[in-house]
């Protein structure tokens, strides 16, 4: 028994108990490791002219059986010696792999394991592992036996044909974890089928065909070996993309926008991206990862790389196919410049086939905007308005003026002269937006209003300050330059200061009201809509905005108020509380006590 040469136990336990998360993947690494045994005599007979060899007679073959207990892993690869076999799997962390590829540094070979630690995944599933192994133009064969713990032994061996074929005796059962699943026909698929549908050489199992009358037994390609990433676009048609992306993504409806991209330069990668028809059920909700799959040499890495999407781009779904620095297990992927480079393209990349789509079919993108716009706008207020700019071209608004959605250039490119500054409304429809006693004015100049139906869309154009250098403004705030100073009423105003100080801060009169009495808008930072949201979040502290609450001078209503003010001062309180409750339900909020403006409001009607 040959001792291995590093600290085994410890260095077998840590890799099998903490660096691998997921015992399925074990598969994963040994056919990575066959794919880079046959890579590596592909390559030698290319460069050293060797013959009889071709890329079609090269394969994986996967053999389980129930009876035993055994999974056979075996390629036609390169093989190893026994000199190769101790220094090879003797040394854990000790990779042939990265060897080989150091030693063609400057050629272009792609090997998928260069790490040494791979094979020693096969130890979370196999309490005895045996490798038999023949190298190319070698007579002799040798097997490598380990139970991996106390260490190994290396003896000769029969072995018909060069290649290695790895023999998994796995585990007893336990109450926690079912090992016999591994030998299980439908189990081996999935696992091929998810990690390495695209290992470029074909992996053989039997599988079980149902005739008629009777089954049998044949051996079948599970993998599909080319990824359609890597074709041509020119060699793909719509139908591709929608099948490849329904059967990935386990979605009935074809995808709204497919992006198919290869990029060489600064930073080289595949990728496939999809914006799915619809938000998944989960969308909005905590329990939602956003993320792409991760592939390299057509292994797949990570089910989910969060660090591939922004969180403004969550919706979509699809892959990503490059060469970059991982952890020892493969996993996960360290952070590097290259990894944060792949991702800004991407992020640029959907940016651009967004406002493609916009202008292209502008029906299909207001399908995309319903299902995800909202998740647009929180991108440009998240982050202290980090992807603002990125956002902005691609956000959608109803309008008082437009029976279909706009965007903001639209809005400004459709200005009439004198105008500028970009107006907007909060309301819960584009009608109560209309209904606002602001509206009618800036209607009447052509003005246009757009219409805020979402709670988050104020914080975001305030995050967005302006655009083209238009500032946005409410039609419910304070405007300074429209107010109306008549004379004679000081005492009227005070009175009516006076009397609702605690619900405004400020009376005035404005002439910007024309079928309107009264209304009510905000001064400072926070709106009345503002104030409706954060006092609805979770540990309110009772937000406030400052309410000023205007007068139409001109208006009937208005000077009945005069003339109750110098003859009934109790009347002229009771409307006053009915003007005010009248305001806020104009601007949305809610009355404090609403069976006492009914109250009110039908003893004036009585009188």
């Known amino acids: 028994m040959r001792k291995f040469k590093t600290e085994s136990q410890k260095v077998l ?30 390559y030698q007979s290319l460069t050293q002219n060797i013959g009889g060899l071709s890329r079609e007679s090269f394969a994986i073959e996967i053999t389980p059986d129930k009876e035993a207990r055994t999974i056979i892993i075996r390629d036609n690869g390169i093989g190893m010696s026994a000199d190769e076999l101790d220094s090879h799997l003797g040394v854990i962390a000790h990779s042939g792999s990265q060897e080989f590829k150091n030693a063609a540094e400057h050629e272009d070979i792609d090997i998928i394991g260069q790490f040494g630690v791979g094979f020693y995944s096969a130890f979370m599933v196999a309490k005895k592992v045996r490798v038999r192994s023949r190298k190319y133009g070698e007579e002799n064969a040798h097997a490598w036996l380990s139970n991996g713990t106390e260490g190994y032994e290396i003896k000769p061996t029969e072995l018909e044909g060069h290649g290695t074929e790895i023999t998994l005796w796995l585990k007893d059962n336990t109450e926690e974890e079912n090992f016999d699943q591994y030998v299980e026909e439908y189990v081996l698929r ?25 089954s049998r037994v044949e051996v079948q390609t599970i993998n599909s070996m080319t990824p359609l990433w890597v074709r041509n676009k020119n060699e793909i048609g719509e ?17 709204l926008l497919s992006i198919h991209a290869r990029v060489e330069g600064k930073v080289d990668y595949k990728a496939l991206l999809f914006v799915p028809a619809k938000a998944p059920y989960d969308y909005y909700s905590k329990s939602y990862e956003k993320g792409l799959k991760l592939y390299t040499s057509g292994v797949m890495i990570s089910e989910k790389c969060a660090d591939l999407l922004p969180d403004c781009f969550s919706f979509v779904r699809g892959l990503v196919d490059c060469d970059l620095p991982l952890n020892i297990s493969r996993e996960t992927i360290q952070q590097n410049h290259q990894l944060k480079a792949i991702a800004e393209h991407i992020k640029g990349k959907i940016q651009k086939e967004l406002l493609a789509l916009l202008k292209k079919d502008r029906e299909k ?88 139906d979402q709670d988050i869309d104020e914080f975001a154009i305030r995050v967005l300050q302006n655009y083209q250098e238009k500032e946005f403004v409410s039609i419910a705030a304070v405007v300074a330059d429209e107010e109306d100073k008549p004379e004679g009423y000081d005492e009227v105003l005070a009175f009516a200061k006076e009397h609702l100080a605690e619900k405004v801060g400020e009376i005035k009169l404005t002439k910007r009201l024309k079928t309107h009495a ?23 502290n009772g937000v406030k905005a400052e309410r000023v609450l205007e007068f139409n001078a001109e208006h009937a209503v208005f000077g009945k108020l005069c003339r109750l003010f110098a003859t009934d001062k109790d009347a002229c309180g009771q409307l006053l509380d009915i003007l005010y409750d009248h305001a806020c339900l104009m601007a949305g909020l809610e009355v404090s006590d609403p069976a006492a403006y009914v109250d009110r409001v039908t003893r004036f009607l009585a009188e």
């Not at 319903?370 to 956000?395: C, M, N, P, S």
């Not at 490119?413 to 606002?436: C, F, L, N």
Request: hydrophobic fraction near 35%; charged fraction near 30%.
């Open 13 to 42: 336990d840590i890799m099998i108990n903490s660096i691998y998360t997921n015992k399925e993947i074990f598969l994963r690494e040994l056919i990575s490791n066959c794919s880079d045994a046959i890579d590596k005599l592909y």
């Open 239 to 255: 139908e591709d993309y929608n099948e490849f992306y329904r059967s990935s993504f386990f979605d009935q409806e074809d995808p």
């Open 518 to 540: 009264v209304c009510l808008t905000a001064a400072g930072e926070i709106s009345l809509e503002m104030e409706r949201v954060l006092n609805a979040l979770p540990n309110a």
């Open 365 to 452: 993108y207001e399908r995309f905007y319903r299902a995800f716009g909202l998740q647009l706008r929180y991108g440009v207020y998240a982050d202290w308005g980090l992807e603002k700019d990125l956002l902005k071209d691609l956000l959608l608004f109803d309008s008082v003026g437009r029976d279909a959605p706009i965007t903001l250039a639209e809005y400004v490119e459709s200005m009439p002269e004198g105008q500028d500054k970009i107006y907007y409304g909060v309301g819960k429809t584009k009608e109560a937006v209309r209904a606002m006693p602001q509206t009618e004015a800036l209607v009447d100049k052509g003005y246009d209003i757009l219409c805020f």
């Open 190 to 214: 999935r696992i091929i089928k998810r990690y390495s549908d695209y290992i470029r050489y074909p992996i053989r199992m039997p599988v079980t065909v149902y005739g008629e009358e009777e």
